[in-house]
């Protein structure tokens, strides 16, 4: 993941037993917004090659510039100089219904082929060739999410794209993916803690209704037992969600000087035995209760004085 051709990706895993129910918290008396979108605004017409009429373009659009927006104030806040613009462009892209000749030939990272998308979005950092410097996301993917958790995760998504970005001007001072990416999601936390503060143009969320962003993150994480010095690790449940968190309460100063190779992450590789997470066989699991049932029924009924147990 580290070599100049490889984009930062998303790094969705396959959902199998995640299917947690929305619990947000109301606030009697204020007006909600429609899953982090401004309803008296109209909706952005950011420039995104290949996007559609769909909602989720519009999230996209709505997304991008409000991120667009805030880095153009906070990056010369935290570096020197104003912030470039990306000069590779947005990628919108369905991998079941692609046609080539709605997109360029030199779409970094991508390679024309669709695939390399699917189920993804990636920013792809600059090339050798000059090609690079661009987003590209799978717009059924986003659908997913938004259906499942609001709108607000699918700009969270263009929001941790847009932190490789930074990256991309600015890069930590380590080659760990696990950094590359764990900043990145406290880069995205920064810009929700702008929105929450009032201050975008398209979207707004408040404190409670973060629990839905929160449990996406559980989609984001690497599974338990994957190795922190992986060449994709991306961190732990804890490890992302405390990144978001940091940048969300402490702002892209924090996200700057806290991500080096110091830093400590809670993702560790497992022993063979951890590997099993807990788990033996069916029959071995029956013969270890029987055995373990039987000592502590044993050691019971001698203490509380009754007759001898007898398995």
């Known amino acids: ?33 429609a899953n982090g979108l401004r309803q008296d605004v109209a909706d952005s017409d950011f420039e995104i090659v290949g996007s559609t009429d769909s909602e989720i373009d519009k999230t996209a659009r709505n997304a991008l510039t409000d991120i ?51 189920n993804n979005a990636f920013y792809c950092f600059p090339q050798s060739d000059g090609g690079g410097d661009n987003i590209v996301y799978d717009r059924t993917l986003l659908e997913s999410l938004a259906a499942d958790y609001g709108r607000f995760l699918p700009a969270l998504v263009m929001a941790h794209e847009f932190g490789h970005a930074i990256q991309g001007r600015e890069p930590p001072p380590s080659e760990r993916s696990i950094v590359y990416e764990t900043q990145a999601d406290c880069y995205a936390g920064a810009w929700t803690g702008w929105v929450a503060a009032d201050n975008a143009k398209h979207f707004n969320i408040r404190a409670p209704e973060l629990d839905d962003v929160v449990r996406g993150y559980l989609l984001l994480r690497d599974e338990p037992g994957s190795a922190a010095d992986d060449e994709r690790a991306h961190g732990s449940y804890f490890d992302r969600v405390s990144a978001f968190q940091e940048g969300f309460d402490s702002g892209a100063a924090a996200c700057r000087d806290n991500y080096d190779e110091e830093r400590l992450f ?30 502590f029924w044993e050691t019971a009924f001698d203490e509380v004085g009754q007759q001898s147990f007898v398995a």
């Open 266 to 295: 809670t993702l560790d590789q497992l022993s063979p035995n951890d590997g099993e997470t807990g788990n033996v066989s069916y029959d071995e699991a029956v013969t270890i209760s029987e055995r373990t049932l039987e000592v």
């Open 1 to 33: 993941m580290r070599s100049a051709k490889a984009p930062h990706s998303l790094h969705i895993l396959v959902v199998v037993a995640i299917l947690a129910t929305g619990c947000s918290t109301m606030v009697t008396g204020a007006p909600v917004p």
């Open 68 to 118: 667009n927006d805030y880095w153009s104030q906070t990056f010369p806040e935290l570096f020197e100089g104003d912030f470039e613009p990306l000069t590779g462009g947005y990628y919108s892209i369905d991998p079941d219904d692609f046609d080539p000749e709605d997109y360029p030939d030199d779409i970094g990272c991508l390679d024309g082929d669709p695939e390399n998308v699917a």
